[in-house]
């Protein structure tokens, strides 16, 4: 029995619990699109039982979808039945039945992915001053005043560093590799609450704590630790790999990993011992904790829960 047997989609290809009316939907404008999903915007009558209607976010597959992604959005239904975490996107619920597409109903974050906030928050170029432990982003594009509205504060960057340690220490606990963790798969509900999404390819692990992913699918190159690059292996640990790719982006406030690498070059680079530069603005603390993601053995990398400390010590001296 494999992992991924056991989030089969035959015991719950009619969950009650979750069922939804299709007729209580109305889907609005799309978020979000990859090649064969799709995310919508929607108002969701009485998800509440509240007698209201609830703006939510609705993912379905496109029309070129095969059984095989058809597979990966069930399997993602199930992953986020089991869990219930504030820094994780809330299920609400589920259109499952016959005579429509399957739809997934998650909570709506009004602020969009994480990639696109932070490039929002730049202009032009990035720079930084340079308070004692305490750097300060800002913009450079012209006078002081402009430069102070815009700027976001390391605290604040620090904060959503620490908030996808927290969920990710949350779905390693509950036994679950996300696989796909990057800046565009985290979202941001009101209050800047970091919510972890995208489960497509998440796995549960029942047996040991690796998932062999068997053939080679589409895969995010550049997030990806080195044994799953050479050997396919997915464990919690390849997970922190990722995650020290995501701090990377926050500190460069949402920048493309390995500029001007090719995908294919990458993994020769990081088995010859490279690994991405120190990005201006970003505290040399900060860094080491991404260059410690970034061991060669997965053994030699923090856990989640080791991760959260980190940032809460650092955290704590911005105070
Ligand atoms: N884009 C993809 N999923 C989303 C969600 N749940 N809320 C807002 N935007 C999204």
Same mark, same amino acid.
């Given at each position: 029995?494999?992992?991924?047997?056991?989030?089969?989609?035959?015991?719950?290809?009619?969950?009650?619990? @979750?069922?939804?009316?299709?007729?209580?939907?109305?889907? *609005? *404008?799309?978020?979000?699109?990859? %090649?064969?999903?799709?995310? $919508?915007? !929607?108002? !969701?009558?009485?998800?509440?039982?509240?007698? %209201?209607?609830?703006?939510?976010?609705?993912?379905?597959? #496109?029309?070129?979808?095969?059984?095989?992604?058809?597979?990966?959005?069930?399997?993602?239904?199930? $992953?986020?039945?089991?869990?219930?975490?504030?820094?994780?996107?809330?299920?609400?619920?589920?259109?499952?039945?016959?005579?429509?597409?399957?739809?997934?109903?998650?909570?709506?974050?009004?602020?969009?992915?994480?990639?696109?906030?932070?490039?929002?928050?730049?202009?032009?170029?990035?720079?930084?001053?340079?308070?004692?432990?305490?750097?300060?982003?800002?913009?450079?594009?012209?006078?002081?005043?402009?430069?102070?509205?815009?700027?976001?504060?390391?605290? %604040?960057?620090?904060?959503?560093? @620490?908030?996808?340690?927290?969920? &990710?220490?949350?779905?390693?606990? &509950?036994?679950?590799?996300?696989?796909?963790?990057?800046?565009?798969?985290?979202?941001?509900?009101?209050? +800047?609450?970091?919510?972890?999404?995208?489960?497509?390819?998440?796995?549960?692990?029942?047996?040991?704590?690796?998932?062999?992913?068997?053939?080679?699918?589409?895969?995010?190159? +550049? @997030? $990806?630790?080195?044994?799953?690059?050479?050997?396919?292996?997915?464990?919690?640990?390849?997970?922190?790999?990722?995650?020290?790719?995501?701090?990377?982006?926050?500190?460069?406030?949402?920048?493309?990993?390995?500029?001007?690498?090719?995908? *294919?070059?990458?993994?020769?680079?990081? #088995?010859?011992?490279?690994?991405?530069?120190?990005?201006?603005?970003?505290?040399?603390?900060?860094?080491?904790? $991404?260059?410690?993601? @970034?061991?060669?053995?997965?053994?030699?990398?923090?856990?989640?829960?080791?991760?959260?400390?980190?940032?809460?010590? &650092?955290?704590?001296?911005?105070?």
């Amino acid at each position: 029995q494999s992992a991924s047997d056991s989030s089969n989609t035959s015991k719950t290809m009619s969950d009650v619990k @979750w069922e939804f009316p299709r007729e209580n939907l109305i889907l *609005e *404008e799309t978020l979000g699109e990859g %090649e064969f999903g799709r995310v $919508m915007k !929607a108002q !969701a009558w009485n998800i509440t039982r509240q007698q %209201e209607y609830v703006t939510v976010a609705v993912k379905m597959l #496109k029309g070129n979808g095969t059984h095989a992604e058809e597979m990966d959005l069930f399997s993602e239904f199930n $992953m986020l039945k089991e869990v219930c975490h504030p820094n994780v996107i809330r299920l609400l619920g589920a259109c499952t039945q016959k005579g429509g597409p399957l739809y997934i109903i998650v909570e709506y974050a009004d602020l969009g992915s994480l990639r696109c906030f932070l490039r929002k928050t730049r202009r032009l170029e990035v720079s930084y001053t340079c308070q004692v432990g305490n750097p300060t982003y800002f913009v450079d594009g012209g006078d002081i005043s402009r430069q102070q509205f815009r700027s976001i504060p390391w605290a %604040e960057l620090l904060s959503f560093a @620490w908030q996808i340690a927290n969920g &990710m220490s949350y779905l390693s606990n &509950m036994k679950l590799i996300h696989r796909d963790l990057a800046t565009r798969n985290v979202l941001l509900a009101s209050g +800047k609450v970091v919510k972890i999404s995208d489960f497509g390819l998440s796995r549960d692990v029942y047996e040991g704590e690796t998932y062999l992913k068997r053939s080679k699918g589409r895969v995010p190159v +550049k @997030w $990806m630790a080195i044994e799953s690059l050479e050997d396919n292996l997915y464990t919690f640990k390849s997970d922190v790999w990722s995650f020290g790719v995501v701090l990377w982006e926050i500190a460069t406030l949402g920048a493309t990993p390995y500029p001007g690498v090719t995908p *294919e070059r990458l993994f020769q680079l990081l #088995k010859a011992g490279y690994r991405m530069e120190k990005p201006n603005a970003c505290s040399d603390e900060l860094y080491s904790v $991404m260059l410690m993601c @970034w061991r060669e053995n997965p053994h030699d990398r923090p856990s989640f829960k080791v991760l959260v400390t980190k940032l809460d010590q &650092m955290l704590l001296q911005t105070m």
